[in-house]
């Protein structure tokens, strides 16, 4: 990932797709392809010990995890991605959230990530989470699978953004869904420092769709981020 730092402040990683019957070590589900070496990728990576800053007390609070999954229709059964999941803290909700006839695909760039996220979903007694090596614009998920793919504070640290875009319309089923949630510019807020390249504003991110052939279906505004929601 670049993953998130303390509160809540981002760097980057992560994906979804099928029911599973167990938690999978190595990526691997009937139906999926299995996973494969990630590329090389551009940009800061989270340290994966200070893991324990991704878990900010407040951070559900400020993050409005239900607001953004209703906003991306994923309820019950659903087959959702999580980009650049981290220590899974998304990751946790959203398998909650489709229970066991769903799936969640926990993608990563670093390994370390994804050994965390298996040992948490084990203690958490998971049984519908599978993790995915990927890298910088190539998330490494199943074509036409997923309902759903969530990209929470990875964006800005993306290479190539439009060709990270249409991998990840690659992997969506007909009306599959990507939310990409950004903190907002300007100063505030637990996400990073907003110096130039750390913060993209919500219109940059729209032309990065429109060139990579996605529209944008919903916006939504949350204490310090933005959600869009985008479709093809």
């Known amino acids: 990932m670049i993953g998130r730092h303390a509160g809540g402040k981002a760097c980057l990683s992560a994906c979804a797709a099928i029911v599973v019957l167990a938690v999978v070590p190595a990526g691997v ?5 299995a996973q494969v070496p990630a590329g090389e990728r551009h940009g800061r990576l989270f340290p994966p010990q200070d893991l324990g800053l991704l878990e900010g007390p407040d951070r559900a609070t400020w993050q409005k995890p239900d607001d953004i999954m209703d906003a991306l229709g994923i309820a ?21 959230r489709v229970g066991p006839n769903g799936v969640v695909i926990a993608q990563d760039v670093q390994r370390q990530m994804l050994e965390a996220i298996r040992r948490r979903v084990a203690r958490e007694g998971l049984r519908n989470v599978q993790t995915r090596l990927g890298s910088d614009s190539t998330p490494n998920l199943p074509l036409r699978s997923l309902d759903a793919v969530l990209v929470v504070d990875v964006y ?7 060709a990270f875009l249409r991998n990840l319309a690659a992997a969506l089923k ?4 990507i939310g990409i949630v950004n903190y907002k510019p300007g100063d505030g807020g637990p996400g990073p420092a907003p110096v130039e390249g750390v913060r993209v504003d919500s219109a940059a991110v729209e032309r990065d769709a429109q060139a ?21």
């Open 212 to 232: 990579a052939g996605l529209r944008v279906a919903a916006r939504q505004t949350l204490p310090y981020q933005y959600l869009l929601v985008l479709g093809r």
């Open 29 to 33: 589900v009937a139906g999926l392809p």
């Open 174 to 177: 007909q009306n599959g869904r």
């Open 156 to 162: 800005p640290e993306v290479e190539n953004r439009v």
């Open 76 to 96: 019950d059964g659903a087959s959702v991605a999580d980009i650049g999941a981290g220590a899974g803290w998304f990751t946790i909700r959203l398998a909650r």
